[in-house]
């Protein structure tokens, strides 16, 4: 099993910056492809990001200009920029035991954190 805590959650307001943290712990490699997904109200879960040490990083188009995932040891970062209302929504953390994808579809990620809130106003 592998457990993932995120943190960094918050409010915001549009333009502002925020930085999302994940820690994984228990069976964690570091060879897995870490994600961030998210969640608005009555809407699907969504890839935002993922980062892979063998293959590298992949970006939803919505936000690869403005968000930026990072890797050290078991925490994964997510640097949020200029943030938009349209970003409000519960990031999750997921782990993809597959080492060799960067993949966005979250039916690929074994492993879930609980989610952290972030809401922007306008």
């Known amino acids: 099993q592998v457990q993932l805590a995120e943190s960094g959650g918050g409010l915001a307001q549009a333009g502002d910056s925020l930085r999302l943290s994940c820690a994984a712990s228990?069976?964690?490699?570091?060879?897995?492809?870490m994600g961030w997904f998210r969640q608005a109200p009555g809407k699907e879960r969504e890839f935002v990001a993922a980062?892979?040490?063998?293959?590298g990083t992949k970006y939803a188009d919505s936000v690869a200009d403005r968000f930026t995932i990072a890797r050290t040891k078991n925490l994964v970062y997510l640097e949020m920029r200029n943030l938009k209302p349209e970003d409000t929504a519960v990031y999750y953390c997921?782990?993809?035991?597959?080492?060799?994808?960067?993949?966005?579809?979250?039916?690929?990620?074994?492993?879930w954190g609980q989610g952290t809130q972030v809401t922007v106003s306008s």
């Open positions: 997921a782990v993809d035991p597959a080492t060799t994808r960067l993949d966005d579809r979250a039916s690929s990620y074994e492993y």
């Open positions: 980062m892979s040490w063998r293959v």
């Open positions: 228990g069976r964690w490699l570091s060879t897995d492809t």
